[in-house]
């Protein structure tokens, strides 16, 4: 009788403690989770814009990370063609520069012209960058 008593205990016991068990690993778990959530997100508005905004293509606010260029961004989510040294967009999603015409893409970063290539610009929360699609005279 004893030795059933005991086993007994000792069940009680190892299911006691599994469940404390589980139960510290959730609530660790939560609070990671916590964490997480609450971390800051970046995130940038790109427009695409045809004939200096007459006609608006697309505008979308995407996430990135701190150090990301736009560059990094532009490759996560749009479909590009770059030139030879890779520093500057010469197409977005099928639409190609136009040497012919003088139709090229051009950006701004906050309404503000940029003198560097896309992969040279680094990203600040809450950028706003506008790629104009028109025709240079220059």
Known sequence: MKKI????LVAISLIVTGCAADNTNNTNNNANAG???NEEVNKVT???VKD????VISEEA???EEGETL?????EHFEL????????IVGINGIESDYENNYFWIYTANNEEVLVGANEYVLKD???????YSKYEG
């Open 5 to 8: 008593w005991i086993s007994l």
């Open 35 to 37: 964490v997480e959530q």
């Open 46 to 48: 790109i427009k695409l």
């Open 52 to 55: 200096n905004g007459e006609e």
């Open 62 to 64: 995407l996430q990135f």
């Open 71 to 75: 560059m990094d961004v532009m490759h």
């Open 81 to 88: 063609t770059t030139d030879d040294s890779g520093a500057f």
């Open 126 to 132: 809450g950028d706003v960058i506008e790629f104009n």
